[in-house]
């Protein structure tokens, strides 16, 4: 499938408002461990109905070390984590026991209410090892923020692979390219990995309404302009557009689509259109009831949780 008309190394102008804001993601050190958050942010609190983006890494580990996120709570979204390197255990209160390795898909959906928690298996750790991946959260729609938890994985080879003059892509979420990835999903959407040899191309998707670009690796061109690793570029909607990389190529997340009318509450793990259901989440996790609340904690993992913030 081809989606570039040249395969001369230039790129087109673009409109010079094109670029709405660039964000420069919050750097936080987690002892030898480095997150990079780029949503929310100040500037832009979601891009489609993307509500958090974080970079993990890359970090190395020396044996028996490795990452413990202890049993955490999630409502009003669902989240993908989706590694270039190592890997994680993930285990829900739904029961699911499953390992991610890069390339594939864990797709949770918390609705109501979910607890999860990841790990770096103990195989992992008996060698050093290496991290490096993302980590997002998609905002539900309000009329899907209470429905029933679940969870999908999917490996690399189920989901749309598309190459052509240098950039390869995996579609990891919804709909581009006139390919659509196998994750159920609630809202138009599209999420995707790119990674593109020195100078090669790829246009932007023109069917989604809030599109943004997050570079992990190298530099891109974009209206004649330079963008490095480490920012997230959001565009004005509508237009054509073509991202070229550098002289070092580029490693990219695409993401964008539908926005939202309702605004989105946000507090520590939890997001929703309603301010009451935050607070509702905030009691329900503080009073610890995991045989009759609502939140349960992982059958594979309730020795241990990680507790709310105290503001």
């Known amino acids: 499938m081809s989606w570039i008309n040249t395969a001369e190394?230039?790129?087109?102008?673009?409109?010079t408002d094109a670029v709405e804001t660039i964000i420069i993601p919050r750097t936080r050190d987690l002892g030898g461990f480095e997150v990079r958050r780029a949503l929310p942010s100040p500037k832009r609190r979601l891009?489609?109905?993307?509500?958090?983006?974080?970079e993990a890494g890359p970090a190395k580990f020396a044996p028996g070390k490795g990452i413990d996120v202890r049993p955490h709570p999630h409502i009003g979204i669902a989240t993908v984590t989706y590694l270039y390197k190592g890997e994680f255990l993930h285990r829900d209160s739904?029961?699911?026991?499953?390992?991610?390795?890069?390339?594939?898909?864990?797709?949770?959906?918390?609705?109501?209410?979910?607890?999860?928690?990841?790990?770096t298996s103990d195989n992992t750790r008996k060698s050093e090892h290496a991290l490096h991946g993302v980590q997002t959260w998609v905002a539900l729609p309000t009329r899907h923020e209470g429905t029933e938890p679940a969870f999908e994985h999917h490996g690399q080879d189920d989901l749309p692979f598309i190459e052509d003059n240098g950039a390869k892509l995996r579609l990891i979420l919804g709909n581009a390219y006139g390919e659509r990835?196998?994750?159920?999903t609630f809202s138009e959407m599209f999420y995707a990995d790119a990674d593109l040899d020195p100078w090669a191309k790829i246009p932007l998707p023109e069917n989604h309404e809030d599109r943004g670009v997050y570079i992990t690796h190298g530099s891109l061109t974009i209206a004649g302009d330079k963008y490095e690793s480490g920012q997230l570029i959001v565009f004005r909607p509508g237009g054509a557009m073509t991202l070229c990389a550098g002289e070092a190529g580029a490693r990219l997340i695409l993401l964008g689509g539908e926005v939202f009318p309702e605004k989105r509450y946000?507090?520590?793990?939890?997001?929703?259109?309603?301010?009451e259901k935050i607070e509702a989440a905030k009691k329900a996790w503080r009073e610890q009831d995991w045989e009759n609340g609502m939140f349960k904690l992982p059958p594979d993992d309730n020795q241990e949780f990680t507790p709310a913030p105290e503001s």
């Open 9 to 15: 190394p230039d790129c087109p102008d673009a409109p």
């Open 47 to 54: 891009v489609g109905p993307f509500a958090f983006l974080d």
């Open 94 to 119: 739904l029961g699911t026991n499953q390992m991610i390795y890069p390339g594939e898909v864990n797709w949770m959906i918390a609705g109501k209410a979910i607890t999860h928690s990841e790990r």
């Open 181 to 184: 990835a196998p994750v159920k």
């Open 266 to 275: 946000l507090w520590w793990n939890f997001v929703s259109s309603s301010q």
